[in-house]
């Protein structure tokens, strides 16, 4: 059975490197489609292209204006296809105007060398079973984020003041993740992972919707069956703007997932 990350982000090929594309309201947050899913409609494309290739190792993309829920087309251009990687540019389009342009290397992470070297710590959470579900979220959040019924997300009760009115203050959040349905998440699948969580300002009292301007997710490994751990931090607020910077974890404890994402400061 298809898992529902697969149908959601599944594409028609028209030829020549487009594809279209159902955006599915089930990924509405706040003011629009949640940018970590159009990037894993926009890494499927990308890996559809390269077949040989499969998995992003590098993606940036720049967000230009925000998709609604609905038809919409994805383009794709090979820049430079070599032995172990290949260089793709994509956009994905709506109603005429370009959502989302962006570039991408992509290789078979199974294919890369197997040695580790990392002075990285991962995050240390709580168990599972006692950290707080995304489902007790308030009423009128689960209605404005559809999203977070994609998604069994279980946040570090250390992180979580925010939704009490008592942020820390330290810019940091973080969570085991899964996917609802209990599918294990693909390499592509980690694009949507990096910007999953509330926005990292959410812990600096500024709740709202945070418009992405810039996402850059570097993949690291094939993550390994089972729950994911997420952490989020900001550490510059400035010019109406803010940085949030992501690390994923898989259950093996290995790093599998890095991004940095510029984003716009959500306003009262």
Same mark, same amino acid.
């Given at each position: 059975?298809?898992? %529902? ?15 279209? *594309? ?11 489609? /949640? ?68 570039? &991408? ?5 199974? *294919? ?16 599972? %079973? ?39 203050? /330290? ?8 996917? &609802? ?32 301007? %810039? ?20 550490? /510059? ?5 803010? %940085? ?23 306003? *009262?």
């Amino acid at each position: 059975m298809a898992s %529902e990350w697969d149908t959601h982000t599944s594409l028609t090929d028209a030829g020549d490197g487009l594809f279209g *594309a159902e955006l599915d309201p089930g990924w509405v947050v706040g003011g629009g489609v /949640n940018g970590g899913y159009l990037l894993g409609v926009i890494g499927r494309a990308v890996a559809e292209t390269v077949p040989a290739k499969p998995h992003p190792l590098a993606v940036s993309a720049y967000y230009l204006s925000a998709s609604r829920p609905g038809p919409a087309q994805v383009s794709t251009r090979v820049l430079r296809e070599g032995g172990s990687v290949a260089t793709v540019s994509a956009e994905l389009g709506q109603e005429g105007a370009t959502r989302i342009t962006a570039l &991408a290397t992509y290789g078979d992470l199974r *294919a890369m060398p197997s040695d580790v070297g990392t002075t990285a710590v991962q995050p240390t959470l709580p168990p599972v %079973e006692e950290c707080v579900p995304a489902s007790l979220a308030p009423e009128d959040v689960l209605r404005s984020a559809p999203l977070l019924e994609r998604l069994d997300l279980r946040f570090d009760p250390a992180c979580v003041g925010w939704a009490m009115g008592a942020p820390s203050g /330290n810019g940091h959040i973080q969570a085991w993740f899964r996917m &609802a349905d209990g599918h294990d998440v693909d390499p592509v699948g980690l694009l949507m992972v990096c910007d999953a969580l509330p926005p990292v300002t959410f812990d600096l009292g500024r709740p709202g919707w945070a418009p992405t301007l %810039e996402l850059t997710v570097h993949v690291r490994a094939v993550p390994a069956p089972g729950w994911l751990k997420v952490s989020h931090r900001t550490r /510059n607020v400035a010019g109406g703007m803010f %940085e949030e910077d992501c690390e994923v974890w898989d259950s093996t404890g290995r790093l599998v997932a890095q991004s940095r994402q510029l984003a716009m400061q959500p306003r *009262a």
